[in-house]
């Protein structure tokens, strides 16, 4: 087979059908069935921003012995074959009546047995990504092959990262981080919070994302309310503290990190909550090992910042990151998911500053053997003024 592919060389996806398929004979299954950009982009190398018109599903098939199927629409066959993958079916999609179940039914027939037991991922943090009348008329034409839950197969492999992702997700971390350093160009008193947003994606893409997937943030005096809403077109005033997050993404890889900014000289109270993030952020980089919870993170990230008198913000403090924004595992007091060699993760521990607001600090790192190794550049351990 000719040594063809994107974004990586075609072993690099050649070890991961390799894995998935190991944990597919431990699980009893027969093949993979996958829908989501995410899932096929792990498998094939496919990256495209088509992805974002809902008209057409995608379907990749991985037999438990042997290379993957694509079963795709026509406009995508070109780029898929610049793939390594071997066997590409196409039909003329959208197809009002019959948009691309037939051909799947008949390959999935060719491929596996009668008795085929084929994974599809079900659990949380996964999605369908085709019509739920084609799914349910494709189960009833392949059986007595069956679907089952695949979401423990997928995620037990995806969730540990190659050295070739780790850098991948590092590049994408060093272009953010550019970018904040160039936050003072054009964040300042009197500029409105939507200009900025603005200004802060096109720095993004000067400094080498290829999209920006996400950008958030939020401002106000000594914090902010919440970190999700649109930016408006409310201008900086002294005394606010400016906070930018980005999904930026390079080679189909995100970062996820935010900085914060002190409009004008910083408050006692937005120091001293920005010095208890930073503080406990340290601790928890120091002390990161494989083995612990990710309960666990969730435990000393709010224990150090209680220890520096500061009140944790509700929700998560963290989650994995990789081909999507943000991944299993969730950094909560109910995940028992065990941090493993080669995760990369989200350090996000928030916490309140005084009336409601709050300030949120994160990281990225990979785990290593012997801890955590930070991906994104450090934050600074004192809050930046923007004068």
Same mark, same amino acid.
């Given at each position: 087979?000719?040594?063809?592919?994107?974004?990586?060389?075609?072993?690099?996806?050649?070890?991961?059908?390799?894995?998935?398929?190991?944990?597919?004979?431990?699980?009893?299954?027969?093949?993979?069935?996958?829908?989501?950009?995410?899932?096929?982009?792990?498998?094939?190398?496919?990256?495209?921003?088509?992805?974002?018109?809902?008209?057409?599903?995608?379907?990749?098939?991985?037999?438990?012995?042997?290379?993957?199927?694509?079963?795709?629409?026509?406009?995508?066959?070109?780029?898929?074959?610049?793939?390594?993958?071997?066997?590409?079916?196409?039909?003329?999609?959208?197809?009002?009546?019959?948009?691309?179940?037939?051909?799947?039914?008949?390959?999935?027939?060719?491929?596996?047995?009668?008795?085929?037991?084929?994974?599809?991922?079900?659990?949380?943090?996964?999605?369908?990504?085709?019509?739920?009348?084609?799914?349910?008329?494709?189960?009833?034409?392949?059986?007595?092959?069956?679907?089952?839950?695949?979401?423990?197969?997928?995620?037990?492999?995806?969730?540990?990262? !190659?050295?070739? *992702? +780790?850098?991948? $997700?590092?590049?994408?971390? @060093?272009? %953010?981080? /550019?970018?904040?350093?160039?936050?003072?160009?054009?964040?300042?008193?009197?500029?409105?919070?939507?200009?900025?947003?603005?200004?802060?994606?096109?720095?993004?893409?000067?400094?080498?994302?290829?999209?920006?997937?996400?950008?958030?943030?939020?401002?106000?005096?000594?914090?902010?309310?919440?970190?999700?809403?649109?930016?408006?077109? !409310?201008?900086? *005033? +002294?005394?606010? $503290?400016?906070?930018?997050? @980005?999904? %930026?993404? /390079?080679?189909?890889?995100?970062?996820?990190?935010?900085?914060?900014?002190?409009?004008?000289?910083?408050?006692?109270?937005?120091?001293?909550?920005?010095?208890?993030?930073?503080?406990?952020?340290?601790?928890?980089?120091?002390?990161?090992?494989?083995?612990?919870?990710?309960?666990?993170?969730?435990?000393?990230?709010?224990?150090?910042?209680?220890?520096?008198?500061?009140?944790?913000?509700?929700?998560?403090?963290?989650?994995?990151?990789?081909?999507?924004?943000?991944?299993?595992?969730?950094?909560?007091?109910?995940?028992?998911?065990?941090?493993?060699?080669?995760?990369?993760?989200?350090?996000?521990?928030?916490?309140?500053?005084?009336?409601?607001?709050?300030?949120?600090?994160?990281?990225?790192?990979?785990?290593?053997?012997?801890?955590?190794?930070?991906?994104?550049?450090?934050?600074?351990?004192?809050?930046?003024?923007?004068?």
């Amino acid at each position: 087979m000719a040594e063809r592919s994107l974004i990586f060389p075609a072993d690099e996806f050649r070890g991961r059908v390799a894995r998935l398929q190991h944990q597919m004979t431990a699980d009893g299954l027969d093949a993979l069935f996958l829908t989501s950009a995410a899932d096929i982009f792990y498998v094939t190398g496919f990256l495209t921003r088509f992805w974002e018109s809902p008209a057409r599903p995608w379907f990749l098939i991985v037999p438990a012995t042997g290379d993957p199927v694509a079963v795709i629409p026509s406009i995508g066959a070109e780029l898929m074959g610049r793939t390594w993958v071997p066997t590409i079916r196409t039909w003329d999609a959208p197809h009002p009546s019959d948009d691309g179940v037939s051909l799947l039914v008949d390959t999935l027939c060719d491929l596996l047995p009668d008795t085929a037991r084929i994974g599809v991922p079900m659990g949380l943090e996964t999605h369908l990504r085709m019509p739920i009348g084609d799914y349910d008329r494709v189960a009833k034409s392949i059986a007595p092959r069956r679907f089952e839950d695949a979401t423990d197969a997928v995620q037990r492999v995806r969730e540990i990262k !190659t050295d070739a *992702e +780790v850098e991948a $997700i590092r590049t994408a971390c @060093t272009i %953010a981080g /550019r970018a904040f350093d160039r936050v003072p160009e054009f964040a300042a008193k009197g500029r409105p919070l939507d200009q900025i947003f603005r200004d802060f994606q096109s720095v993004l893409l000067q400094e080498g994302a290829d999209w920006v997937s996400y950008v958030a943030g939020g401002t106000g005096p000594d914090g902010y309310t919440d970190v999700i809403s649109p930016a408006s077109d !409310t201008p900086l *005033e +002294v005394g606010d $503290i400016l906070m930018l997050d @980005t999904g %930026a993404v /390079r080679n189909g890889y995100f970062c996820d990190f935010d900085r914060n900014y002190a409009v004008g000289p910083s408050s006692d109270t937005a120091r001293r909550v920005h010095d208890a993030l930073w503080q406990a952020t340290e601790d928890v980089l120091n002390a990161l090992r494989p083995g612990m919870l990710a309960s666990d993170v969730h435990r000393l990230l709010s224990e150090g910042l209680v220890k520096r008198g500061a009140q944790p913000g509700g929700g998560r403090l963290g989650h994995g990151l990789g081909i999507t924004l943000t991944e299993w595992p969730s950094f909560t007091p109910l995940d028992g998911t065990p941090l493993r060699e080669g995760m990369v993760l989200t350090l996000e521990p928030g916490a309140m500053t005084d009336q409601g607001r709050m300030l949120v600090h994160e990281e990225n790192i990979v785990m290593r053997a012997n801890g955590a190794e930070l991906l994104s550049p450090r934050a600074p351990l004192e809050l930046p003024e923007l004068i």
